[in-house]
């Protein structure tokens, strides 16, 4: 049975370590902030994948090009929900756009939002589809597909061969703003953790540039997860070459992301500032789990070994063995963001700011920062990637 | 053709949005009124602009009865658990250092059972182990450049303009961002109004002339309230500043605290 | 220069939704906002507009001169009603209201009882030492503590 949030504080009370304000015995941010940066994280990082193929024109990853958008949007379009449901007052929402505070990084939510779901995703997918979309609202044998593609094309129908070339080089530009908007996108989450000077494991510099590049991490295990696992259901041949390209990839981005949490921690432990002592005891003790065990070794460590092996003996090791590396090495990277999110946000509030003592989080089944919601919110993209990849048709019609 | 088509559209968009706009606009106001209705006449008389509050507490003085956490939760109605405080006392205890000669000062102890509201059960540290011992009231401490009134999105935390930091309770979003900037740890979302809620020096007392609530119970005058714009010849906030040396909560942290206190010790954060 | 049709649509649907913009804007942002500055002017006088649980020393003195007199001189003398006599803004509005009693007969031991965190030179007794179970009422005066109770 599913504790009210009175018992439960009550209950909280009871394992208090040493010595909180009395405020901070409840956490205010749950899992629903935990999911919200990692949701954009995998729609940077998607982006960025995408972007790759678009603008450095790395043709090893050509097959998920198109597919790596549609997902970005499928996440995007569900990222705003936990931000939504974690609030007090959802239906006031509208004031962060109408009064936006602009001294605080929050307010820029719903600008960089908007200016990235419109202006960036949806315009580039836009340019890519917009063919298709003309040729489909003639040909597609269903009357509901055929109006609602007559729709998407926004009336604009002439598909010479110079409209084409117009719609090349503007999605070309898009793309290149894009990449810039992506890092706004995600570094703004990473911005607000950092610029809170009131507690210590959040206020780092670091923190903006861990998160993105933590995003793009994620974002490329994801679709590296993706492409094999609907490439198996859609019985579709795997390019070796992309697999290749996105091990390459992942490694590279892991390297940099490591280094920087690496160096965030040597930094903190050689300069011991005031809240050094509670830090450490954070780390190794109420976070030791998730974070020494889940985040570093097996989220960070192991898939940089298993990576490494399968680059380095790239020539030696089987077709099938290096997917099963670049699988298992993708679901541990998403396991280990997701871990690096839920020490950032939780372990954040797990200390007093007070820096005496320790309060305690207990991840409750059902109500609004409960486990079955952050399910729900997380299965949400992929059902809505399934409705998206059947009206756009990444790989073609089926003939 | 197609472009003065476009031109006609989008002139009239903007005309019909301009018109609705208009019409729509008078409701808002009274949207706003019938959702907020201002009370007594004494209210409309306030000017906030002649006025400038300050609280500053002697640590010295607290001999940690907790009257203040009490009246504060009874004249503000604040949730009674154990877990929402606008303001609360602190007990130090630093222990002598015991056979490690070393140290000049063993441990400091700090507890604050149920915000100090029912006052403190004498200490289970035995007292020859005590070496010091002391109370600190903690409260907002009224930011000059609070963390708070920046990162609220929406602009519904604020410095009034006679000095108080604010909460608009019916404006706020309830993201909990301020709640996590404040140092001090002094806010808290409310459970039952969903807002961000702190210390309002009880912005409802002193625009009528009545003290905080805190102040009036305190009975040994640890906490100070005054208006720096007084007319009035003795001002005890400016008697306390001209006595006694001042130090802030954390002011490494460069929030500018307006509440003073006088008679901390190191340990205190 | 004959603009594309991509773009001259693009640019129609951003003068739309700039259009929708500001015309929620114009609806939805409070009258009062900005009147301070940036938050509603409105918040000022609600914050200013609650109920009043104590009614301050001075309310309770218009009624109680003989209590104040009592207290004159005596060492509570800035210790004020409300203290102990907890919230009475409802008994001053209204004298029929009751103000409530005193229950506990070892009430003064909140602020006297002994604690080594307490200023050394503040009055602050052992209970059990110092009175047993008996009531502090029995020796003391709470307006003019140094005395018997006035008979």
């Known amino acids: ?362 991840l409750g089944l059902i109500g609004n920062e409960g486990l079955l919601m952050a399910l729900a919110l997380m299965i949400l993209p992929f059902i809505i990637l399934g409705v998206l990849v059947f009206i756009f048709r990444p790989w073609g019609r089926k003939t | 053709m197609k472009t003065r088509r476009d031109v006609l559209k989008i002139g009239g968009i903007a005309s019909v949005s301009v018109c609705v706009s208009w019409v729509l606009r008078p409701l808002a106001t009274e949207a706003e009124k019938v959702a907020n209705p201002p009370r007594s006449a004494s209210t409309g008389t306030y000017n906030p602009t002649e006025h400038q509050w300050r609280m500053v507490i002697d640590s010295e003085k607290c001999i940690g009865c907790g009257l203040c956490a009490k009246a504060c939760k009874q004249e503000n109605k604040v949730p009674p658990e154990p877990y929402y405080f606008r303001t609360w006392v602190e007990r130090y205890v630093i222990k002598t250092s015991g056979k490690a000669t070393q140290e000049l000062r063993g441990e400091t102890v700090v507890d604050s059972p149920n915000g100090g509201i029912d006052g403190f059960a004498p ?80 912005y409802h007392r002193i625009t009528k002339g009545l003290w905080p609530a805190c102040v009036e119970v305190c009975p040994t005058g640890a906490r100070i309230f005054g208006d720096l714009k007084s007319k009035t010849p003795d001002n005890p906030v400016r008697r306390f500043v001209k006595e006694k040396k001042v130090q802030v909560l954390k002011p490494y942290l460069g929030t500018n605290p307006k509440v003073f206190y006088a008679g901390l010790d190191k340990e205190v954060r | 220069m004959k603009i594309p049709p991509q773009i001259s649509r693009l640019l129609l649907l951003t003068v739309v939704i700039v259009l929708l913009f500001m015309s929620a804007k114009t609806i939805l942002v409070p009258v009062s906002f900005g009147q301070y500055g940036w938050y509603r002017g409105q918040a000022l006088k609600e914050n200013s507009s609650s109920g009043i649980a104590f009614a301050g020393h001075e309310a309770c003195e218009e009624c109680h001169s003989d209590i104040v007199k009592r207290k004159a001189g005596a060492r509570h003398k800035g210790l004020n009603c409300e203290a102990c006599h907890e919230a009475n803004a409802a008994h001053a509005e209204d004298p029929n209201v009751s103000p409530g009693k005193i229950t506990n007969p070892q009430f003064c031991l909140r602020c006297h009882v002994k604690d080594f965190a307490k200023p050394e030179k503040f009055p602050q007794v052992d209970a059990h030492e110092h009175a047993g179970k008996d009531a502090c009422g029995t020796c003391h005066d709470p307006h003019r503590p140094s005395e018997s109770p006035a008979k």
């Open chain 1, 1 to 362: 049975m599913s504790l009210t949030v009175s018992e439960s504080l009550a209950e909280a009370l009871k394992h208090v370590q040493g010595y909180i304000y009395p405020n901070d015995l409840n956490l205010w941010w749950g899992a629903l902030v935990v999911l919200y940066p990692y949701i954009t994280g995998l729609v940077a990082g998607a982006f960025i994948l995408a972007s790759l193929v678009r603008v450095f024109h790395v043709k090893a990853l050509e097959p998920t090009y198109r597919f790596s958008l549609l997902t970005a949007l499928a996440f995007l379009l569900v990222a705003p929900l936990p931000l939504l449901f974690h609030l007090g007052h959802p239906e006031r929402c509208y004031e962060v756009l109408m009064t936006p505070h602009l001294s605080s990084p929050m307010a820029v939510f719903g600008f960089v939002y908007a200016w990235y779901l419109m202006a960036v995703l949806l315009l580039e997918l836009w340019f890519d589809y917009r063919k298709n979309f003309v040729e489909w609202a003639e040909s597609d044998p269903n009357i509901l597909r055929r109006f609602l593609y007559r729709v998407m094309t926004l009336g604009v129908t002439d598909v010479s061969e110079r409209s084409l070339q117009i719609d090349n080089r503007l999605g070309q530009t898009i793309t290149v703003v894009g990449i810039p908007s992506a890092f706004l996108l995600h570094g703004y989450v990473g911005f607000i953790f950092g610029s809170i000077k009131a507690n210590p494991w959040w206020g780092t510099v670091l923190m903006p540039i861990i998160f993105i590049f933590s995003a793009m991490v994620s974002g490329i295990a994801l679709m590296g997860l993706l492409y094999q696992t609907v490439s198996k259901l859609r019985k579709a041949p795997i390019s070796m070459d992309c697999v290749d390209a996105i091990t390459q990839c992942l490694f590279f981005a892991m390297i940099l992301d490591s280094a920087l949490e690496a160096l965030d921690w040597i930094h903190r432990l050689y300069e011991a500032e005031e809240s050094i002592d509670v830090l450490v005891l954070l780390a190794a003790g109420k976070l030791f789990y998730s974070f020494l065990l889940i985040q570093v070794l097996a989220g960070t460590l192991a898939p940089l070994v298993l990576l490494a092996v399968t680059i380095i003996f790239s020539n030696r090791l089987s077709n099938g063995l290096r997917r099963v590396l670049n699988l298992v090495s993708c679901l541990l990277v998403l396991v280990g963001v997701f871990a690096m999110r839920w020490n950032v946000v939780i372990g954040g509030q797990l200390f007093s700011k007070s820096l005496r003592g320790f309060t305690t989080y207990k």
């Open chain 2, 123 to 202: 200490s289970s540290i035995p007292a020859e182990q005590v070496l010091r011992s002391f109370f600190v009231p903690k409260l907002c401490n009224e930011c000059d450049n609070s963390p708070c009134t920046k990162c609220c999105p929406v602009g519904a935390a604020f410095e009034s303009p006679d000095g108080v930091v604010l909460v608009d309770k019916n404006y706020c979003i309830g993201c909990g961002f301020c709640v996590q900037s404040c140092p001090y740890g002094c806010r808290f979302l409310n459970p039952i109004t969903r807002s961000a809620e702190k210390c309002t020096l009880c």
